[in-house]
């Protein structure tokens, strides 16, 4: 099975759902990124369907938009 | 460490994300609560915070809002 994906921004909303994701799946199992260290990963999330931080793309591809901490737009401004 | 309790209310989107979560975490791992089937168990989600299904409320107590299938005012209705 590929990882999941967990994208953010490190709002406080993000590092929080970061923490909760980590502790429900296990750090080996996702892969984080954050915007404000890889900005060049933004497109890839916006191709996965990502439209706000923080979000959870699952390994079949599903995104899973998990509270609400940033729009994308936010992201990208 | 206790279970997470994963709330919603047979919505599409609800569904979806129950599938996602239960291959990301395991059904072991969740108690999945449906509101259609057990109304009087939505006390008990708002009283976790829950503001929408679904939602999963992690074993620590935290409350993650996924993507958006009804707001709690929509599953009371």
């Known amino acids: 099975m590929s990882k999941s994906v967990f994208y953010h921004a490190g709002c406080p ?3 929080s ?3 909760d994701i980590i502790e429900l799946i296990g750090k080996d199992n996702v ?4 915007f404000g ?3 060049s990963r933004i497109n890839e999330a916006e191709n ?4 706000s931080v923080p979000a ?3 390994p079949n591809g599903n995104v899973l938009h998990i509270n609400f901490g940033a729009s994308m737009e936010a992201v990208k401004g």
Chains 1, 2 share one sequence.
Request: net charge negative; charged share 25%; glycine share 4%.
């Open 13 to 15: 909303v993000c590092i």
């Open 17 to 19: 759902a970061e923490h």
């Open 31 to 34: 892969d984080i990124v954050h």
């Open 37 to 39: 260290e890889d900005n």
């Open 48 to 51: 996965a369907g990502v439209k």
């Open 56 to 58: 959870l793309v699952t």
